[in-house]
T-cell receptor
Framework: GQNIDQPTEMTATEGAIVQINCTYQ??????LFWYQQHAGEAPTFLSY????GLEEKGRFSSFLSRSKGYSYLLLKELQMKDSASYLC????????????FGAGTRLFVKA | DSGVTQTPKHLITATGQRVTLRCSPR?????VYWYQQSLDQGLQFLIQ???????AKGNILERFSAQQFPDLHSELNLSSLELGDSALYFC??????????FGSGTRLTVV
């Protein structure tokens, strides 16, 4: 089966850097995604990692270590609009390519 | 507009009833995924279709069924509705290997 763990909530200050961690267990790892979801809205794709290392995209970076079953999303120069839930999701290639989502980390950015 | 269209946006119905949710994927995407998100819960994977064929199944209840038609739109049928089925139902589409694009969701309220 699959298991994805990430912190429930985090608080950070505008302009700061925050790191959201995610650990996972899956039998058929085929990539890891990060999504942003504002309350009541659809998730939007942020990043995709399938090989170990860091992927940088503007203010957002995502890191993956497959051997450790670990990823993090790094948000720099935080803005108030970054207040949202951040969902870690693992793609499992066993029996079809389904993507399983973690419960999400609710990030509060304060002034 | 993400390119994934879901209808209706809101649906209120009584317990025991049956409803159909509709999704049109983004142009060119062959895969359609259905997810359920209850209040303050993570996204729960229901089912995936690829080019008309069921490809992967999650924890979808027997009261729920889905299909993908030749024009690639998909329908999720929910029957014998219970109060606990109240949730946001998201449809997503993708090109295999890339991130999902989500529709804006259907908010189902069972009273």
């Amino acid at each position: 089966g699959q298991n994805i763990d990430q912190p429930t909530e985090m608080t950070a200050t505008e302009g700061a850097i925050v790191q959201i961690n995610c650990t996972y267990q899956t039998s058929g790892f085929n990539g890891l995604f990060w999504y942003q979801q504002h309350a009541g809205e659809a998730p939007t794709f942020l990043s995709y990692n399938v090989l170990d290392g860091l992927e940088e995209k503007g203010r957002f970076s995502s890191f993956l270590s497959r051997s450790k079953g670990y990823s993090y999303l790094l948000l720099k120069e935080l803005q108030m609009k970054d207040s949202a839930s951040y969902l870690c999701a693992v793609r499992d290639g066993t029996g079809g390519f389904k993507t399983i989502f973690g419960a999400g980390t609710r990030l509060f950015v304060k002034a | 507009d993400s390119g994934v269209t879901q209808t209706p946006k809101h649906l209120i119905t009584a317990t025991g009833q049956r409803v159909t949710l509709r999704c049109s994927p983004r142009s060119g995407d062959l895969s359609v995924y259905w997810y359920q998100q209850s209040l303050d819960q993570g996204l729960q994977f229901l089912i995936q279709y690829y080019n008309g064929e069921e490809r992967a199944k999650g924890n979808i209840l027997e009261r729920f069924s889905a299909q993908q038609f030749p024009d690639l739109h998909s329908e999720l049928n929910l029957s014998s509705l219970e109060l606990g089925d109240s949730a946001l139902y998201f449809c997503a589409s993708s090109v295999e290997g890339l991130g999902y694009t989500f529709g804006s969701g259907t908010r189902l309220t069972v009273v």
